[in-house]
């Protein structure tokens, strides 16, 4: 382990640019359940009936079950960020890291104080007024104290969303996240089972014979058999990248 965490710390300290993909798992260590693990709701309720809510047509065409499902499983406001989001933003800030790509949509990166973040998955602090021509923006606070089931627009009653990327979306900020990902010279994976795609197919299409991989997950991922060092998360995901971060020197800040 403390031979891996060495290894990390030496590549971040030779890299030019690193990216960080973080997924669902980066965010457990600070209260949100992923969706695969024992607390997540792929389990409890199974993936398929989750994929068939979460999804836009539901959301379309019945949007009361979409939000009965989404106001009991989408508590993302009241939490804070966790030792990893907090260590990556001063990674950042050291000059360490160059961009975060993430899956998450609670934010906490941007909460912790990371500048250059690039989210795929959108963000569930903004509702957004899905009328033609109105567009109007709520905050997540705003729109989810509506007494009524599904939060409508103040200005033209039309339905308000999420502004998360639902099942039969596409995703958010393609291009960067590609651009981001392809381009570094170290790619760190951090807390994503990499199944989710078109993400896992970025990190897939990383070369990783000419450019260094580094995966921090419970768990497998599909990308395990590329990566130049795995850690399997024993113990908690922040207090390996506290290690991390206190084997760099100091670089001249960002
Ligand atoms: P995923 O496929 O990326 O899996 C998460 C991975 O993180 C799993 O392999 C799990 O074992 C691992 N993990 C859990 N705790 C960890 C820890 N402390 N340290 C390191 N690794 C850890 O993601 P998913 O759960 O299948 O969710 C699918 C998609 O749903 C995500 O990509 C995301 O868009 C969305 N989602 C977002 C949030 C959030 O915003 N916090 C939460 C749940 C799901």
Request: glycine content about 8%; proline content about 5%; overall charge neutral.
């Given at each position: 382990m403390q031979n891996n965490i060495n290894q990390i710390a030496a590549l971040m300290a030779n890299s030019r640019s690193t990216t960080v993909v973080t997924g669902a798992g980066i965010s457990t260590e600070a209260g949100i359940p992923d969706f695969r693990g024992p607390e997540g709701i792929y389990r409890k309720l199974g993936e398929d009936k989750v994929m068939r809510i979460i999804n836009i047509d539901t959301f379309r065409q019945r949007p009361e079950l979409f939000y009965e499902f989404y106001r009991e499983h989408f508590k993302l406001a009241e939490v804070a960020p966790g030792r990893a989001h907090y260590v990556l933003a001063?990674?950042?800030?050291?000059?360490?890291?160059?961009?975060?790509?993430?899956?998450?949509?609670?934010?906490?990166?941007?909460?912790?104080?990371?500048?250059?973040?690039?989210?795929?998955?959108?963000?569930?602090?903004?509702?957004?007024c899905q009328k033609y021509h109105c567009g109007?923006?709520?905050?997540?606070?705003?729109?989810?104290?509506?007494?009524?089931?599904?939060?409508?627009?103040?200005?033209?009653?039309?339905?308000?969303?999420?502004d998360v990327v639902l099942f039969g979306e596409s995703i958010q900020n393609f291009m960067d996240a590609q651009d981001s990902i392809l381009s570094a010279q170290l790619l760190i994976v951090i807390g994503s089972s990499l199944t989710v795609y078109p993400l896992a197919g970025f990190v897939r299409a990383f070369d990783s014979f000419t450019q260094d991989l580094v995966i921090l997950n419970k768990g497998p991922t599909s990308m395990d058999h590329a990566a130049r060092v795995k850690i399997d998360a024993p113990g908690t995901t922040g207090a390996v990248l506290e290690q991390i971060a206190a084997l760099l020197p100091e670089r001249g800040r960002a």
């Amino acid at each position: 382990m403390q031979n891996n965490i060495n290894q990390i710390a030496a590549l971040m300290a030779n890299s030019r640019s690193t990216t960080v993909v973080t997924g669902a798992g980066i965010s457990t260590e600070a209260g949100i359940p992923d969706f695969r693990g024992p607390e997540g709701i792929y389990r409890k309720l199974g993936e398929d009936k989750v994929m068939r809510i979460i999804n836009i047509d539901t959301f379309r065409q019945r949007p009361e079950l979409f939000y009965e499902f989404y106001r009991e499983h989408f508590k993302l406001a009241e939490v804070a960020p966790g030792r990893a989001h907090y260590v990556l933003a001063e990674l950042e800030a050291r000059n360490y890291i160059h961009g975060v790509v993430t899956q998450n949509i609670d934010g906490l990166h941007q909460k912790a104080g990371s500048k250059n973040v690039i989210p795929v998955h959108g963000t569930a602090d903004r509702f957004v007024c899905q009328k033609y021509h109105c567009g109007a923006v709520y905050d997540a606070s705003t729109a989810l104290s509506s007494p009524e089931l599904v939060p409508r627009c103040e200005k033209c009653g039309g339905v308000l969303k999420p502004d998360v990327v639902l099942f039969g979306e596409s995703i958010q900020n393609f291009m960067d996240a590609q651009d981001s990902i392809l381009s570094a010279q170290l790619l760190i994976v951090i807390g994503s089972s990499l199944t989710v795609y078109p993400l896992a197919g970025f990190v897939r299409a990383f070369d990783s014979f000419t450019q260094d991989l580094v995966i921090l997950n419970k768990g497998p991922t599909s990308m395990d058999h590329a990566a130049r060092v795995k850690i399997d998360a024993p113990g908690t995901t922040g207090a390996v990248l506290e290690q991390i971060a206190a084997l760099l020197p100091e670089r001249g800040r960002a």
